[in-house]
């Protein structure tokens, strides 16, 4: 089979065009934005909190949908091949504190200016690590994850390190809170770890599903517990989390019921987490208007990925990382047309 | 040209539909040639040109604008095609698309023409996490499905209790079956 390659758009690594750029996430986009670079002559510089490329591609979704393999053979193929350097556990920050799932593994912190002074320009990929939060009551208990809490350590754990402890899922009760594609993620990777009993729960019905009818049908033939139309409304528990409070609509009219549970996973989405939110407002960046195509307002600064546009899917993430690496190279070029000597011979 | 023929084939026990093949087609083309397609249940599709030995559009055409490359890819002229679209209404794939943008009337994958040209292989086979689109001679593709479906009978085979009945790449996709499943665990909870 063939090796997956980020640097499609050329057919050979071009001539160095003397400039560095860097990208903070090695996920799809920012993978898809290095390959977009290093076909166009960029001594790119790639950074990632985590000590291995891919994002979620590797450490969210699970090894039985996308070969883990597939991705780092990727990955090493842009660095033997087009030069690209890779700065794993590093994470490029401000004075914020740290507080994603991944930081973990974090060993050296660059600053952004530290960056945007070595290099001509930053693309930031960053993702969404945050995962959004139920709100309610007993949240905060042992053995309540949310989505990437239950999948990152599943996926990191495997990597021979020790800072991460993947949950402990066999024989267990799980209750699973959401249908999107993580919500099915987390319980695919329950069934595969044995877990005793799993229930999912959906706020709206079957058919409103994310991840769609066909999947859920799928994890139901497969034993797991569909309850749709649910509102959870507290998690109990003295020591861990023991029990699940929810209502059903038309079930029992305000009568609330109890689900018996030693895990609750909530799957209810991320929200992107843009390293510098004081500095660097997304909200302010023109889609597609007017100046420079996902350029921030920090000149040189340019942001791609599900931290600009939220979760969203793998495709487009790639899309939003060509885009952006084709509009930060036509900045640098606008400033110094000189850089022009090596420029993308082979795209097309 | 049979010796020589290669096609691009979607290996949809692998697939996710993640999109990243319309999204590198998008990128390149303005317009996708290969169509993300979500059915009524909810499992999305990537639709493409199988680039059939024996094209229906190619003798559908009224104005014989298709025609078979060296490497078998069924390729339209843009200059000779007239846009009567009688080539979708043939086509068991449905695989080709009015124009939304550009002159030209009609849009179909072409293989990447411009990159083979280049010897580089179709972009969505370069791009796919997953290794589902292949690209290749019939007999490089059939080894690979082959060598996918070995692989699969012997994992099930090593491990009955995760792959239940079921063999090749089904299993390997599905891999926890409802027997297995009910029978192994369900009757033992933990406390």
């Known amino acids: ?348 | 040209m049979a010796e020589s023929k290669k096609t691009l084939y979607i290996d949809y026990n692998l697939c996710i539909g993640c999109e990243s093949c319309e999204a590198v087609c998008g990128y390149l083309y303005g317009q996708p040639r290969i169509h993300m397609t979500r059915t009524s249940d909810g499992i999305t599709v990537p639709i493409s040109c199988h680039h059939c030995a024996n094209p229906a559009c190619l003798k559908a055409c009224n104005v014989n604008a298709f025609h078979q490359d060296e490497d078998g890819a069924v390729v339209l002229d843009p200059k000779a095609c007239v846009g009567c679209m009688v080539c979708l209404s043939v086509c068991p794939f449905a695989a080709i698309s009015h124009s939304r943008s550009g002159p030209d009337p009609v849009a179909k994958c072409d293989l990447c023409a411009v990159r083979r040209a280049k010897g580089m292989t179709p972009a969505c086979v370069e791009i796919c996490p997953c290794g589902a689109i292949l690209f290749g001679s019939p007999d490089e593709i059939e080894a690979e499905l082959r060598q996918r479906v070995a692989e699969g009978i012997v994992q099930s085979h090593m491990h009955p209790e995760r792959f239940g009945t079921q063999v090749g790449l089904r299993a390997m996709k599905k891999s926890v079956s409802v027997e297995g499943y009910a029978a192994g665990r369900k009757s033992d909870p933990e406390d």
């Open chain 1, 1 to 348: 089979m063939n090796t997956m390659n980020y640097a499609f758009l050329c057919s050979a690594p071009p001539a160095p065009n003397g400039l560095k750029a860097a990208v903070v996430g090695s996920g799809p986009a920012g993978l898809s934005a290095a390959g977009w670079l290093a076909c166009a002559g960029y001594e790119v510089h790639v950074y990632d909190k985590l000590p291995k490329a891919g994002g979620l591609l590797v450490f969210g979704i699970p090894g039985f949908r996308i070969p883990a393999k597939r991705i780092e053979d990727a990955a090493e193929k842009l660095a033997a091949e087009y030069g690209v350097r890779f700065h794993f556990c590093t994470k490029i920050c401000t004075q914020d504190k740290v507080c994603e799932s991944g930081d973990e593994f974090v060993q050296e912190m660059v600053s952004l200016s530290d960056l945007l002074h070595e290099c001509a320009a930053v693309l930031i990929c960053t993702g969404s690590w945050r995962p959004r939060r139920l709100n309610i009551p007993g949240e905060d208990l042992p053995g309540v994850y949310t989505s990437l809490e239950f999948l990152f350590p599943l996926r990191a754990c495997k990597m021979a390190e020790t800072r991460v402890a993947p949950p402990q899922v066999e024989g267990r009760r799980v209750a699973v809170i959401g249908a999107g594609l993580s919500a099915v993620d987390v319980a695919q990777s329950c069934l595969r770890l044995g877990a005793g009993k799993i229930s999912m729960l959906y706020r709206k019905t079957v058919d409103d599903a994310p991840a769609g009818r066909m999947e859920i049908k799928l994890l139901r033939q497969r034993g797991v517990h569909w309850r749709e139309q649910v509102t959870p409304i507290r998690i109990t528990g003295e020591d861990r989390a023991r029990k699940l409070v929810y209502t059903q609509a038309g079930v029992d009219q305000n009568g609330e019921q109890e689900l018996d549970v030693d895990l609750v996973v909530a799957a209810i989405g991320e929200v992107p987490t843009n390293p510098f939110p004081r500095e660097l407002r997304l909200e302010d960046i023109s889609k597609d208007g007017q100046g420079w195509l996902q350029m921030t307002r920090f000149e040189g600064v340019f942001v791609a990925g599900d931290v600009l546009t939220g979760p969203s899917k793998i495709g487009r993430a790639i899309l939003s990382g060509l885009r952006a690496a084709e509009s930060l190279d036509g900045w640098i070029k606008s400033r110094d047309p000189n850089a022009d000597a090596a420029k993308e011979a082979d795209h097309g």
